[in-house]
């Protein structure tokens, strides 16, 4: 089945840990992305690829890192810069392709709590 | 999130029409989008309109788009239990590849 996966589901992790959400694709899509969420703010665009090897910064870059060495994977870490990384994580991939580009699959999220 | 608008709470009751309502503000959007999410999961794509049309219909889900007012609404028809989640619109631009959302509305469905 194509989709996008994300694991764990849960994490746990102490203050001042990096720690690494994994987003896998096997839908042959070129662009993928990651949103936080929060309750009462909706998605916030975090980091986002259109081609491997090449990442933007979204609205909330900061305290984040990501890699895209293949089409297939976008890891996002949450580094102990971030000063508030508790929050539920979305990866989400899209097809630039003409004709088809215009639409987005998300995967199941992680939920990161950091105590 | 901040140019994508909606209300955060709506409840009706079972068999109901449910109007979910969104605005929006950059007039360059391409596509515009609305999602459904479970609790504790990710975002499933329900459908979504080319900003040149002003109606789309897909079995009980209806898409109205008012350009002109930069007004979004989807409503369901026959509203069921199983229908109870949060709704997000969202605008595509920048040719397709940028996605902005709303706050989302939390839809209760009253048995």
């Known amino acids: 089945d194509g989709g996008i996966t994300q694991s764990p589901k849960y994490l746990f992790r102490k203050e001042g840990q990096n720690v690494t959400l994994s987003c896998e694709q096997n839908?042959?899509?070129?662009?993928m992305y990651w949103y936080r969420q929060d309750p009462g703010q909706g998605l916030r665009l975090i980091y986002y690829?259109?081609?491997?090897?090449?990442?933007q910064k979204g609205d909330i870059a900061e305290g984040y890192s990501v890699s895209r060495e293949k089409k297939e994977s976008f890891p996002l870490t949450v580094t102990s810069a971030q000063k508030n990384p508790t929050a539920f994580y979305l990866c989400?991939?899209?097809?630039?392709?003409?004709?088809?580009?215009?639409?987005?699959?998300f995967g199941p999220g992680t939920r990161l709590t950091v105590t | 999130g901040e140019d994508v608008e909606q209300s955060l709470f709506l409840s009706v009751r079972e068999g109901d029409s449910s109007v979910i309502n969104c605005t929006y503000t950059?007039?360059?959007?391409?596509?515009l989008y609305w999602y459904k999410q479970e609790p504790g999961a990710g975002l499933q794509l329900l459908t979504y309109?080319?900003?040149?049309?002003d109606m789309k219909q897909d079995q009980r889900l209806t898409v109205l788009l008012n350009k002109k007012d930069k007004h979004l609404s989807l409503r369901i028809a026959d509203t069921q239990t199983g229908d109870s989640a949060i709704y997000f619109c969202?605008?595509?631009?920048?040719?397709?590849?940028?996605?902005?959302f709303g706050t989302g509305t939390s839809l209760t469905v009253i048995p």
């Open positions: 690829s259109q081609i491997v090897n090449d990442f």
């Open positions: 969202a605008e595509s631009r920048y040719g397709g590849n940028q996605f902005y």
């Open positions: 839908l042959n899509h070129d662009a």
């Open positions: 989400a991939s899209a097809s630039r392709s003409r004709g088809k580009d215009y639409e987005q699959y």
């Open positions: 950059d007039s360059s959007s391409t596509y």
């Open positions: 309109i080319f900003s040149n049309m």
